[in-house]
């Protein structure tokens, strides 16, 4: 995710960084509060945000913050859930 309102900025940093997703690109940082709450979260979250969904699009957790390799287990798990 980026909050950007320059298109420019979010592809010099894709061509620097090739193996990161495409993401969501929200133009005015005064739109972020409207997409936190609409994904469960309070206003003053932080970034990095995580959504993790399974295989049919169903969201199973949201988490800010860093996820690293301890967290892969419960992940997967999370995913593999209904």
């Known amino acids: 995710m980026s909050v950007d309102n320059s298109a420019e900025v979010v592809d010099k940093?894709?061509?620097?960084?090739?193996k990161i997703p495409n993401g969501?690109?929200?133009k005015e940082f005064?739109?972020?509060e409207g997409w936190f709450k609409s994904?469960?979260?309070?206003?003053g979250a932080t970034i990095p945000i995580h959504v993790f969904a399974n295989p049919q699009g169903?969201?199973?957790c949201?988490?800010?913050g860093a996820v690293d390799e301890p967290d892969y287990d419960i992940?997967?798990?999370?995913i593999?859930?209904?």
């Open 13 to 18: 940093f894709r061509k620097a960084h090739p």
């Open 24 to 26: 969501v690109r929200i």
């Open 30 to 32: 005064g739109l972020l």
């Open 39 to 43: 994904i469960g979260l309070d206003a």
């Open 58 to 60: 169903k969201v199973r």
């Open 62 to 64: 949201v988490r800010t």
């Open 75 to 78: 992940v997967k798990a999370l």
């Open 80 to 82: 593999k859930a209904g």
